[in-house]
């Protein structure tokens, strides 16, 4: 006589032996890869699967360790931070190398405040929360960590340009008008060192009319904090070390161009800027947006003898600024929305982005020398954030992380052996 098997049992045994086959594939990896060979494998997975590569054994986190100490210097990782309805806040990373979003788990909320700002550094974008009792600033560019903190500055500010150069945060500007005491304007600088702020120098006059973040561009290295008007173009630079402002200067590579970023560009004996700017293309043209970067000296704030203009390619701008739809009222069309371009990168590339719309996506750029002077190399489409897609209503704020983030998301993911 035969023996039955039911259905249930038959599908049970095979999850069972599934479960094992599964259980084991980390055990046949390790034995099968490990030294030289295991580290060279490694060295090609993408880092948003580093983490779980790390977690099949000690051997194998010591190998992805190890192949991201050899991998070549290469572009910054953009960050996205969205501050979702409710004070929930969720993060993401972009893995240039991998052209893949990592997602990052959700900090505890004692190490993440539920309304963030944004802090410019050489060595990395970071969040913030800026209160009247203090400012507490991520330990790390995806905020997973928890804040440092520190005192609030002097003068109250509500909307401030916020900068860590070196050992040292700035403030600028941005202050609560009914806040400021007598001989105060809403142009003060203070900075931070020693465990405390001491004020310095209010911004240069052409600055003053526009002393916030809603309207001036930001970029920071090591040795000074650069300002942009978006609008205008009138530039300066402040170094905290010395409390010193440099030249006051109205940008004009281009006299129709009505929207301007700026991110840092080369370093070396003289600090060099990448300027960006928008300007709204002829009706004939294929898009609507023309986009141009030049080179500009970060001492004297003019275009480099030997810079060119770069401009990014019609079918990326047209995607960052898309045309109107033709049924639009014939009135409005001589009057079209103001541009307004974010910026954000390093010595090596970065990212350009709509700054009324991040949620539209992000173009790389990425950064190589010409003899004396510095091109953009090439442009290249970035989608959008799923953490932003998810969020349509939410407040999605676009940082610059610098190289070797692929540490830091390894320590985010990896939960396994240490």
Request: proline letters at 8%; one cysteine or more; aromatic letters at 6%.
């Amino acid at each position: 006589m035969g023996v039955g098997v039911r259905a249930h049992d038959l599908n049970k045994h095979r999850r069972h032996q599934d479960a094992r086959e599964a259980g084991a594939a980390p055990q046949l990896a390790a034995a099968y890869l490990y030294g030289d060979v295991l580290e060279s494998v490694v060295e090609r997975v993408p880092a948003p699967d580093l983490a779980a590569a790390a977690r099949v054994s000690r051997e194998w986190l010591r190998a992805v360790r190890a192949a991201l100490r050899r991998r070549p210097r290469r572009l910054p990782w953009l960050v996205a931070h969205v501050q979702a309805r409710g004070g929930r806040r969720c993060a993401a990373a972009y893995d240039p190398r991998a052209g893949a979003w990592l997602a990052v788990p959700a900090p505890p909320r004692h190490a993440a405040p539920s309304h963030v700002r944004l802090v410019r550094g050489a060595r990395g974008d970071r969040v913030c929360a800026l209160s009247l009792s203090g400012l507490a600033v991520a330990g790390d560019p995806l905020g997973a960590a928890a804040c440092v903190a520190m005192g609030a500055p002097r003068v109250w500010r509500v909307d401030p340009v916020l900068a860590a150069v070196g050992d040292r945060v700035v403030a600028l500007g941005g202050a609560c008008r009914l806040a400021l005491a007598e001989g105060e304007d809403e142009a003060v600088v203070e900075v931070h060192e020693g465990g405390g702020w001491a004020p310095c120098e209010p911004m240069p006059g052409a600055l003053r009319d526009s002393a916030s973040a809603t309207w001036l561009a930001a970029a920071a290295t090591d040795q000074r904090v650069y300002l942009v008007e978006r609008a205008t173009g009138w530039a300066s630079w402040f170094d905290p070390a010395k409390r010193l402002w440099g030249p006051t200067r109205r940008l004009g590579p281009d006299p129709a161009v009505t929207a301007w970023g700026v991110a840092p560009g080369r370093a070396g004996a003289g600090e060099r800027l990448v300027l960006f700017g928008a300007k709204r293309a002829d009706k004939e043209a294929e898009c609507t947006a023309v986009i141009q970067a030049w080179e500009v000296d970060g001492d004297t704030l003019e275009p480099t003898p030997s810079a060119s203009s770069d401009a990014m390619p019609p079918e990326l701008s047209d995607r960052l600024f898309p045309r109107e739809d033709d049924e639009e009222d014939p009135d409005d069309i001589d009057d079209p929305e103001p541009l307004s371009i974010g910026v954000c990168g390093n010595a090596t590339g970065g990212y350009v982005y709509n700054g009324a719309e991040p949620s539209r996506g992000a173009v790389l750029y990425e950064l190589r020398e010409e003899g004396k002077a510095t091109a953009v190399a090439r442009w290249e489409w970035v989608p959008c954030a799923p953490a932003v897609q998810a969020e349509p209503l939410g407040r999605a704020i676009l940082a610059c992380s610098p190289v070797g983030l692929d540490e830091l998301a390894l320590a985010v993911g990896a939960r396994g052996p240490h």
